[in-house]
Nanobody, 121 residues
Framework: QVQLVESGGGLVQPGGSLRLSCAAS????????MGWYRQAPGKQRELVAV??????????DSVKGRFTISTISRDNAKNTVYLQMNSLKPEDTAVYYC????????????WGQGTQVTVSS
């Protein structure tokens, strides 16, 4: 089992910045990737950014150059993935979800509880 705790959402003005955090604990020794997805009202959940265990990253075109994903690992007991969001736009408003994939007898996916990001003046 993997436990995920997200934090960092909130209300910000257009052009502002926020940093989201997702702390993963439990059976994290086989993490394959960590990433962020978002879901706006009336829309499907979409990929924002993902980082593989080897360090390769992938971003949605809409956030390239504005968002940065990064991770910190502490003694195989806790992995944290961050999403630094700069130059935020109203269309970035959504609930942001952390996603972790681990390889234990096959791929298992874990989702965070979601954190609201609202970009509005």
């Amino acid at each position: 089992q993997v436990q995920l705790v997200e934090s960092g959402g909130g209300l910000v003005q257009p052009g502002g910045s926020l940093r989201l955090s997702c702390a993963a604990s439990g059976s994290i020794f086989s993490i394959n990737s960590m990433g962020w997805y978002r879901q706006a009202p009336g829309k499907q959940r979409e990929l924002v950014a993902v980082v593989a265990i080897g360090g390769n990253t992938n971003y949605a075109d809409s956030v390239k150059g504005r968002f940065t994903i990064s991770t910190i690992s502490r003694d195989n007991a806790k992995n944290t993935v961050y999403l630094q969001m700069n130059s935020l736009k109203p269309e970035d408003t959504a609930v942001y979800y952390c996603k972790v994939v681990v390889l234990v007898g096959g791929a298992r996916t874990y989702w965070g509880q979601g954190t609201q990001v609202t970009v509005s003046s």
